[in-house]
């Protein structure tokens, strides 16, 4: 999900790493003044999230969120389903 927000290449995926945050790479990509129109990154990894797990991303949200706690929020809602489905 957050890779294909960010259109990370392959090649660069297995660089990431679970502390990291996610404003830090954003940060990273647009680094420079001059670079003031983003590809909506964040819009879209909230879209993804939001259609995905269908809980608010904004309630998750924080500046400092890493892609670790990231996945954390995922794994927390996808066990939350598991729960609810028939026996």
């Known amino acids: 999900m957050f890779v294909q927000s960010f259109a990370i290449a392959n090649k660069d995926m297995l660089k990431l790493r679970p502390n990291d945050s996610i404003i830090s790479i954003y940060r990273a990509i647009y680094r420079h003044w001059w670079m003031v129109a983003d590809a909506l990154e964040l819009e879209m990894l909230?879209?993804?999230y939001e259609a995905?797990?269908?809980e608010s991303f904004a309630s998750q949200w924080h500046e400092r969120m890493t892609l670790g706690e990231l996945f954390g929020c995922?794994?927390?809602l996808s066990l939350?389903?598991?729960d609810h489905l028939p026996r």
């Open 52 to 54: 995905r797990y269908g």
């Open 80 to 82: 939350a389903v598991i």
């Open 74 to 76: 995922t794994q927390d």
């Open 46 to 48: 909230a879209d993804s």
